[in-house]
Antibody, heavy 120, light 105 residues
C-alpha cells in the first residue's frame, strides 16, 4: 500500500502548480482521498478531500483555499491531483496525500509529501 | 469553526507516563484520532476511534475521550517516542489540533 506525491517546486506568488499522488496496493477507485499540508515548522492543516467516484466524487475544501485549489482524480490511472491557482506565500509547505482506508476519518495511509515553495 | 487545543510541549523522563491532551467543545461526542510525526517524516496514525490501535502500534499507546477532552497516553515512554503528536476529529470538515512536541529525556 503506497502513496507517492510529485509536482512540488518553487513558484512565484500568483502562479499555478499541479500536484499528483499515485496510489498502489489498494482499490483506489473506492477510496476517499485527502490532501493535508504543513507549513515549515508548523502543524498539520487539512486542505480538502474528494469522495470516491461511486459516492459522487464530490469535493470539500478548507476555507483558505476555496476557489483557488481544485482536487480531482483519475481512477484509470490510480492518481489524485491537486490543482493550485493564485498561489500565495502562505501556501508554502509540504503537501501530503492521505486516505482513510480502514476507518472513516482516520488517515492510515500517507505519502512522503512534496514541498511547495511560493516565493518571488 | 471547530477548534482542537493541545499543549505545545510536554517533557517526561524515560519510563514515565506521558499524557497528551486535546480539548474541544463536546469532543467526547466525536471520534478522535492521534498521529505521531517524527522530524522529516510523514505522520503515522497511532490511535483511531478514541482508543483503538492500528496494527503495529505498541501497546504502550492508548487513548481516551470524554467530555471536552481526549487524551493520548504513552505508558513507559521511550526515547523513540520523542515526536510531535497531533489529535484530529471531524466536524463539518477535518480538524487537527496544533500539535504537542513530546520530549523524552
Amino acid at each position: 500500500v503506497q502513496l507517492v506525491e510529485s509536482g512540488g517546486g518553487l513558484i512565484e506568488p500568483g502562479g499555478s502548480l499541479r500536484l499528483s499522488c499515485g496510489a498502489s496496493g489498494f482499490t483506489f477507485r473506492i477510496a476517499r482521498m485527502n490532501w493535508v499540508r504543513q507549513a515549515p515548522g508548523k502543524g498539520l492543516e487539512w486542505v480538502g478531500r474528494i469522495k470516491s467516484t461511486e459516492d459522487g466524487g464530490t469535493t470539500d475544501y478548507t476555507a483558505p483555499v476555496k476557489g483557488r485549489f481544485t482536487i480531482s482524480r483519475d481512477d484509470s490511472k490510480n492518481t489524485l491531483y491537486l490543482r493550485m491557482n493564485s498561489l500565495r506565500t502562505e501556501d508554502t509547505g509540504v503537501y501530503y496525500c492521505t486516505t482513510d482506508l480502514t476507518v472513516n476519518y482516520a488517515f492510515d495511509i500517507w505519502g512522503q509529501g512534496t514541498m511547495v515553495t511560493v516565493s518571488s | 469553526s471547530y477548534e482542537l487545543t493541545q499543549p505545545p510541549s510536554l517533557s517526561v523522563s524515560p519510563g514515565q507516563t506521558a499524557g497528551i491532551t486535546c480539548s474541544g467543545h463536546r469532543l467526547g461526542e466525536r471520534d478522535v484520532s492521534w498521529y505521531q510525526q517524527k522530524p522529516g517524516q510523514s505522520p503515522v496514525l497511532v490511535i483511531y476511534e478514541d482508543s483503538k490501535r492500528p496494527s503495529g502500534i505498541p501497546e504502550r499507546f492508548s487513548g481516551s475521550n470524554s467530555g471536552n477532552t481526549a487524551t493520548l497516553t504513552i505508558s513507559g515512554a521511550q526515547a523513540m517516542d520523542e515526536a510531535d503528536y497531533y489529535c484530529q476529529a471531524w466536524d463539518s470538515s477535518v480538524v487537527f489540533g496544533g500539535g504537542t512536541k513530546l520530549t523524552v529525556l
